[in-house]
């Protein structure tokens, strides 16, 4: 972490959970509703209490200082349950929504949080995260704030995570989307303009643009998607796992396990230990319990990458037919080729080690080089920041942007 940056998360978290008053009233919801089940009230936070936070929180990040003219409101914060499906299957997942508590019309701004594992860390059930109380706050610049908790976390925390996986990804977004549209339809006070603005770090940097492209793709989606901020995501899964098995050490050995469990509880079926070698290869399928931290899932694996994956499947991943459907996988939950129609913004640390600079970068080359306008889509290096130090600063910056867009 940052240390520059730690003050600010620290305030941020200490100031908002003094102010919110905790609730546990249900919003009835009534038997019309297509996707949203209930919701219910979880916390308030005043204007004042944001104003003071913002202010004092800028000494620690100036950027942080432009956001105060735009602060109009306090904030209502919800938790959601609603209806989706996997694999063909209900389930019922959720998610936060923030609300100015200001009567007005406004624009949805939906946030997809990064890499999680825990239970506990799910943006409607942590109300320490630092990041997610900053977004709930950002409600009070005149946007409606949509957090997922995905699939596995939540309401839906009885069934595995399908880490980046396409299909299921998009459709759980996709559905809380409908989900806030009828709860907000519910407020006497409180309506949609139909404006939608996306944003995401790292997992959810890939899926913002997952969700982008199949709602560009989609002429009868409800909203007007206005712009898409998507940040160091692994846009392109043949390209991070062909960057890595080049490599002597890899820092964060558990997202690989992570894909190759999801990919195995998805119906995969080539042996684990033909990937990985042991004795990691008898752990991947059922280390994630969403009980352990990606910190403790590394410290069970190695960064050594000949040492975590086997000969075979460094030399041939991409070339042998035992490998092809793991190959496969790896294209078919990679972000499909398309052209943004919206304004696009392509956000990266250039020291980042996890999910390198090169990602982002060929996606920006591959979307000029189909056509995009250099003026529709633009990319935005983070100089010198590294995985972690650029969730806030990418942030912050996303935030800045759809305001300027929208006011």
Request: with cysteine; glycine share 6%; hydrophobic share 40%.
């Amino acid at each position: 972490m940052n240390k520059k940056l730690f003050p600010l998360y620290f305030l941020l978290i200490v100031v908002a959970f003094m102010s919110c008053n905790e609730m546990d009233d249900v919003t009835p919801v009534t038997p019309a509703n297509n996707y949203l089940v209930d919701a219910e009230f979880q916390s308030r936070i005043s204007k004042t209490v944001i104003d003071l936070t913002i202010a004092a929180a800028s000494a620690d990040y100036e950027d942080l200082a432009e956001i105060k003219d735009h602060i109009q409101t306090g904030v209502e914060v919800y938790k959601i349950s609603y209806k989706t499906t996997f694999n063909g299957n209900p389930v019922v997942a959720s998610g936060i929504v923030a609300l100015p508590d200001v009567a007005g019309q406004y624009a949805v701004l939906s946030y997809q949080n990064g890499t999680n594992t825990e239970h506990s860390k799910a943006p409607s059930v942590d109300s320490e995260n630092q990041l997610f109380n900053m977004l709930k706050m950002m409600s009070s610049t005149g946007f409606i704030i949509a957090l997922p908790d995905y699939l596995g976390f939540g309401e839906a925390d009885d069934m595995f995570h399908p880490y980046l996986h396409r299909q299921s990804t998009v459709q759980t977004v996709t559905d809380m989307l409908a989900a806030v549209r009828e709860f907000i339809d519910q407020k006497e006070d409180i309506s949609l303009n139909n404006d939608l603005y996306l944003a995401g770090y790292s997992q959810g940097g890939w899926a913002t643009m997952q969700v982008q492209q199949a709602i560009e793709a989609n002429t009868a989606f409800s909203y007007h998607l206005k712009a898409s901020a998507c940040s160091a995501g692994p846009y392109n899964l043949v390209t991070l796992n062909e960057y890595i098995v080049g490599l002597a050490e890899y820092p964060q050995p558990y997202f690989l396990a992570y894909i190759f469990s999801s990919y195995l509880k998805l119906g995969g079926e080539i042996p684990v230990n033909t990937i990985f070698q042991e004795p990691y290869a008898d752990k991947i399928e059922n280390m994630f319990d969403g009980q352990t931290s990606g910190e403790k899932l590394n410290a069970a694996l190695t960064t050594t990458v000949s040492d975590l994956f086997t000969p075979e499947y460094l030399s041939g991943w991409n070339t042998e037919t035992t490998y092809a459907p793991v190959f496969e996988m790896l294209q078919e939950n990679s972000v499909p080729d398309f052209v943004p129609t919206v304004p696009t913004k392509l956000f990266y640390g250039t020291a980042d080690t996890y999910v390198p600079p090169l990602v982002s970068e060929e996606k920006y080359d591959e979307f000029i080089a189909a056509g995009a306008s250099t003026n529709l889509v633009q990319k935005v290096p983070l100089d010198g920041l590294n995985h972690v130090e650029g969730i806030f600063p990418s942030g912050l910056a996303s935030i800045l942007w759809f305001l300027e867009m929208k006011n």
